[in-house]
């Protein structure tokens, strides 16, 4: 079994502070995602990263996935009470079943106003 | 358009009882997933449809867990002789064709299912 480490596991910040989310595994991926899900709602897509060493922005999220393809980081800046939410990752397989996501237990973000 | 709708919202059944659950997935979208989401726990691969392909069922749990997709729309998940370990939410997602990498999941909102 592919497992995948997230850390911290709660994290409290007020707004304006900058965190990091951390997504570990001793597997290798062919990709790897980040989802947001947020209390009642399915996960939502953030980003996807598919190459080693592969640097994504979204606003104030960066997304980096580490040179062995086997870990993954998520850097908000600024953060603000919308950033509220469990970020999940989740990593594929290579090979034909690469559509079996293996999930992290995710993040419990909370961003104080 | 309406994205990826699953019903019930919330189940409440007693134990040893059987539930169905729901997914319509997104017009168009040939592969379907299931999912159980335990809490504090990250989501389970519970069965993978994709157009006519035979289905991965790899990750069902047990053979009290089946599921059945009519063509290329509705699936329902079946749990016979619930147990309270079943208590969990359950989520669909949908995606366009043959998950590849990068290929995006889009979730429904969950079906939560407490076993009494």
């Known amino acids: 079994t592919q497992l995948l480490e997230q850390s911290p596991q709660f994290l409290s910040i007020q707004e304006g502070e900058n965190l990091t989310v951390y997504c570990n595994s001793s597997s290798v991926f062919s990709s790897l995602q980040w989802y947001r899900q947020e209390p009642g709602e399915g996960p939502v897509l953030l980003v996807t990263v598919v190459t080693g060493g592969e640097v994504k922005k979204l606003k104030r999220l960066t997304f980096q996935f580490g040179d062995a393809r086997k870990d993954s980081s998520l850097h908000i800046t600024a953060a603000q009470p919308g950033d509220t939410g469990l970020y999940l990752c989740?990593?594929?397989?290579?090979?034909?079943?690469?559509?079996?996501?293996?999930f992290g237990k995710g993040t419990l973000l909370t961003v104080n106003p | 358009g309406a994205g990826v709708s699953q019903s019930p919202s919330n189940k409440v059944t007693e134990k040893g009882k059987d539930v169905e659950l729901r997914c319509d997935p997104i017009?168009?979208?040939?592969?379907l997933y299931w999912y159980r989401q335990r809490l504090g726990q990250g989501l389970e691969f519970l069965i993978y449809f994709q157009g006519n392909s035979a289905p991965d069922k790899s990750g069902l749990p047990s053979d009290r867990f089946s599921a059945e997709r009519t063509g290329e729309s509705v699936s329902t998940l079946t749990i016979q002789r619930t147990q309270q370990e079943d208590s969990a939410v359950y989520l669909c997602?949908?995606?366009?064709?043959?998950?590849?990498?990068?290929?995006?999941?889009?979730f429904g909102p969950g079906t939560r299912l407490l076993v009494l």
């Open positions: 989740a990593g594929a397989r290579s090979g034909g079943s690469n559509y079996k996501l293996t």
């Open positions: 017009s168009g979208h040939t592969a």
């Open positions: 997602a949908s995606s366009r064709g043959l998950a590849r990498n990068g290929e995006t999941q889009y």
